[in-house]
RNA sequence: GGGCCUGUGGUGUAGCGGCCUAACAUGUCGCCCUGUCACGGCGAAGAUCGGGGGUUCGAAUCCCCUCAGGCCCGCCA
């Protein structure tokens, strides 16, 4: 994306630069310029002396020439990496030959007539442009790894990213309301992030984990339609995908289907990607399947469908076979998937003893395989529990050809997914199938509404007890046949990742209660958490539903990282603590007595 | 709570029972150099190998514990 940024009123005024290191070209030639950046790179020559200054912008060449302005010298000879000067001198056309046409200042640099250092530098703990290394010591300097190019680069994506959602969504109506920091805690969902009461000793606020009851009551209000980038914050173990605070693209609408949430969410990405990443590719209009569709044929709710490596059904092939892992794990209500893997016949036990262990990541016990030699014959230590017929549909099932290998895993559905979904994304990386220009979205439909606890023994709200039942399983809910309830929830997947989730909600105070009816909550509990949400439904809610876009996942995907640290401007580390700022610390007991809080004396801070 | 991986001068790596009195690159410091752009040349300083314990005649190297970081499972309406 190249915008035009007017930075300086007027070159003629005394300040600290005219120009920025990323504006001077050959049609500058000859003017009088004054440049302030970081020291890139000094190359000192003995009377000639080269500095590379960067800044934001760009990296322009100054030349220091003894022979014309000696008296530079005692300032030059002290300049060192990142330290903060201003150069003020002429610009000059290259001489021929030695203009560098990798950088769009290269034909151009400034002879200088004066330098001032604006600011020293100690030697940065780490090289700033060199990609790589330790990510401690680079978070604890983070604001010295945010000057690297790369994330720079990244920042400006993100910001590009952002106002592009921020006009769009105007440009469709939307208004952006923020809601507060300082909510009520709701024990169900995530841990909440917890601050205590100086005025009400003993209570708690609980941080925002979504603004998700606001919204809807923003709809009840008549805003119609709301968005915001809204910061949310959840007390969970951390991947690399997840940050205990991140971004949402929250988003709610009134008086829609979720067939209008699904449309506005892919316009919106339909034209973000080529706008702020125009090498990026997509596909349109995005697919759909169900949630059942996705678990059937990727083993996950969030598939990347970059690729194929589907998952194949063939219980019915070996049902009647001799292996008994098969047999016994059908008999119990398991179920026994393959995945074809082309031209991998050639596998080495090792290779093989490596993915069963990325199998057994997923719960699996082990994986069994075949391996459809060159010649046809099949190489596989379960071989002789299958009579021919019985191999022979294997290989149709699974569209096996010469070459092929074949993997499968037996065992309860939700674990065979879990396992083949690792074989599968491990596969679709080792077999580079993943082209990183590529972004393929895909709506994930049809949730189930309720959830087995097996902790609690009880039913939970998958996506949350606000979620609309689809209307044709409103049956099923009346005959508490709970398992088989879908809910009007979508997901949006991209690339591998849940990159958004919303709902069709209830507004329905008829229906609400039913669904409060199966959850494991007492009507004194309800009216606790929701009575809020529950009193305002009664006063005239919109059918209304929504959907919040993780922002940071997006723009990983944008940027090309697989790791949500990167785009993020200070994120915190696995524990999730801020390794630059040492956060979170121990506190003074003055602070602790304001809020009526002690420490437990048994617990020592983990920096003791 | 659990599993796996990583930890060697400032930084990035090599070394993986004795050739290690720990190597290389880069950075840093000093001297030289008028056209470089990862400038070049000469020279110097800099790590008891995350920490502790053990095995061994001998440990950066093997074992145990521990700390830190990462990835994953659980968890994440």
Redesign the pocket.
Known sequence: MSIVITIFESKDKLMLRTHTCGELTIHDINIHVTLSGWVH??????????I?LKDRYGIT?L?I????HPELKPTVDII??EYVIQGIGIV?K??E????S??TT?FI?V?LVKVNILNTSK?????IN?I??????R?KYRYLDLRSNRMLKIMELRHHTIKFIRDWMNAQGFWEIETPMLMKS?P????DYLVPSRVHPGEFYALP?????LKQLLMVAGIDRYFQIAR?M?D???????QPEFTQLDVEMSFVEQEDVLQTIEDLMTALVPAVTPHKRIRSPFPRMTYHESVERYGSDKPDLRYGLELVNVGDLVKDSQFNVFTAALTKGGKVQTIRLPGCASYTRKQIDELQEVAK???AKGMAWMAIEANGTVRSPIAKFFTPEQLQALQSAADADPGDLLVFVADKPAVVA?SLD?VRREMGKRLKLVDKDEIVFGWVVDFPMF?W???SQSW??????F?MVNPEDVEKLLHNDLEGVRAASYDLVANGYELA?GSIRIHDREIQQRIFDRLPYSPEEIQQRFGHMLDAFEYGAPPHGGI?PGVDRLIMILADT????DVIAFP????A?D?MMNAPSAIDDVLLNDVHLSINKSIKS??E
């Open positions: 790179r000094t190359r000192d020559h003995g009377t000639i002396v080269f590379d060449q030349v020439d003894y022979s014309d060192h990496s000059r290259r001489l030959g030695t203009e560098n990798n950088i290269g640099e002879e030697t940065p703990p780490f090289p060199q790589g290394g330790e990510e401690l010591i978070l709701t169900e969902g995530a841990r984990q979504s603004p998700q009851q949310c959840r969970e173990d951390l991947r690399a995908d997840r990541i997923g719960g879990a690792k959830e606890n097996e902790e939970d709200a998958m996506h949350h007890p979620c989730s919040a697989d790791n949500i640290r915190k580390t696995q524990k603590e390794v983990s920096k």
